[in-house]
Structures are given as structure tokens and as C-alpha cells.
T-cell receptor, first 116, second 110 residues
Framework: SAVISQKPSRDICQRGTSLTIQCQVD?????MFWYRQQPGQSLTLIAT?????????ESGFVIDKFPISRPNLTFSTLTVSNMSPEDSSIYLC?????????????FGPGTRLTVL | LAKTTQPISMDSYEGQEVNITCSHN???????ITWYQQFPSQGPRFIIQ???TKVTNEVASLFIPADRKSSTLSLPRVSLSDTAVYYC???????????FGRGTQLTVWP
């Protein structure tokens, strides 16, 4: 298994500002993912962040709004830029472990973001 | 995008067996069917996955018919702590992308 931590755990931000969310894993992983979960809703994949390459964004998400960094095999950041109240969500990162169960991802506890 | 259909909510009592069925009519030939569990204020947790027939682990069983257009998650003798949202999903692990459906809110009553 993998232990994943996220910082901050929650934040309240003003409209128009940006917030960077950190994701730290206790082991080296190739594939990391960022999801968004709006209140009472399911999870939506934002992007895939592989070390050594540009992040791959899903339809409806763009790099200018959600820039992602992946400087090494244990760390990634997601920035929510120019925030609006519609960005209020829980943001989660997840990883897959090499050689492990096919579709098993390990999720962090999430970052609860409120935009005023 | 992968698309699944499952009941929005289910209720059960402690000690009963719960079966949650999911439809995935357009599942790709190479994809596995996977179930996750999510408690409030936590990230989802992998429960079980399978390709066909039946898979069982210490937590649940997964039944998949030959046509693979549906699957049933079976939770034996549920307890109050099994109250959670259960997601059925399928995806391509080679790409690593998982697509979550709406999930089923299971509530277990004493």
C-alpha cells in the first residue's frame, strides 16, 4: 500500500486568488492523479501527472487553470488559479503502485477548498 | 468516457447481506470492473476488482456474468461501519485513468 498526505487539509480563499495543493507519497510512484469532488458529488479526474513529462488533462480542464508540477517520484502539486466560488470542492490526489493490483489506486485524504 | 449505472441509495440492517448491482454496457474487452468505498471526509478505498465470473476477498464478493455488462458487489453481514458510498467503475489501468460514476449511498441501520 501507499501512504499519501496532502497539504493543506482545508483552506478558505478569496475570489481571484490561487492556491497550491501539495501531495506527498511515502514511496516512489510513476503515476499520480488529481481528482475533484464537488459537494455531494462523485469524483472527476482532472489530470494525470507522470514524472518527467507534462501532465495530461481531461476534457474540461486546462493547464492555465490547474497547473501541475511533478518534480520527483514522491511529490506533486496542483494549483487552482484565479479561483471562483465554483472551484469550491475537495481536491484529491491518488497514486498507483508498480506491479500492484490492476485498478487499485491509493487516495490522499483530500484538500477541502472553499472560495468566497 | 466509461459510464456506469448504479442505484443512488440503498438501506440495510446490521447482519444482512447487501448486493449492489452496477450496469456497464459499454465496457471494453480489456478492462476490469472495480469497486471502491468512500467514507465521509476520506478518499476512496479500493475494495475489489474482477474481470469475469466471481472474485472473493476478505471484504466482499464480486459477481460478473459472462456478458460482463453488469456486476454485483456483495457485502456479507454488513455492520454500521459499512455505511458509505460505493462506486462501481472501470478503466484502463495501462493509462491509469479511472472514471467514477455517481455511486451508491449504503446506509446500514441497527
Amino acid at each position: 500500500s501507499a501512504v499519501i498526505s496532502q497539504k493543506p487539509s482545508r483552506d478558505i480563499c478569496q475570489r481571484g486568488t490561487s492556491l497550491t495543493i501539495q501531495c506527498q507519497v511515502d514511496s516512489q510512484v510513476t503515476m499520480m492523479f488529481w481528482y475533484r469532488q464537488q459537494p455531494g458529488q462523485s469524483l472527476t479526474l482532472i489530470a494525470t501527472a507522470n514524472q518527467g513529462s507534462e501532465a495530461t488533462y481531461e476534457s474540461g480542464f486546462v493547464i492555465d487553470k490547474f497547473p501541475i508540477s511533478r518534480p520527483n517520484l514522491t511529490f506533486s502539486t496542483l494549483t487552482v488559479s484565479n479561483m471562483s466560488p465554483e472551484d469550491s470542492s475537495i481536491y484529491l490526489c491518488s497514486v498507483t503502485l508498480p506491479g500492484e493490483v490492476y485498478n487499485e489506486q491509493f487516495f490522499g485524504p483530500g484538500t477541502r477548498l472553499t472560495v468566497l | 468516457l466509461a459510464k456506469t449505472t448504479q442505484p443512488i441509495s440503498m438501506d440495510s440492517y446490521e447482519g444482512q447481506e447487501v448486493n449492489i448491482t452496477c450496469s456497464h454496457n459499454n465496457i471494453a474487452t480489456n478492462d476490469y470492473i472495480t469497486w471502491y468505498q468512500q467514507f465521509p471526509s476520506q478518499g476512496p478505498r479500493f475494495i475489489i476488482q474482477g474481470y469475469k465470473t466471481k472474485v472473493t476477498n476478505e471484504v466482499a464478493s464480486l459477481f460478473i456474468p459472462a456478458d460482463r455488462k453488469s456486476s454485483t458487489l456483495s457485502l456479507p453481514r454488513v455492520s454500521l461501519s459499512d455505511t458509505a458510498v460505493y462506486y462501481c467503475l472501470w478503466g484502463s489501468s495501462t493509462l491509469g485513468r479511472l472514471y467514477f460514476g455517481r455511486g451508491t449511498q449504503l446506509t446500514v441501520w441497527p
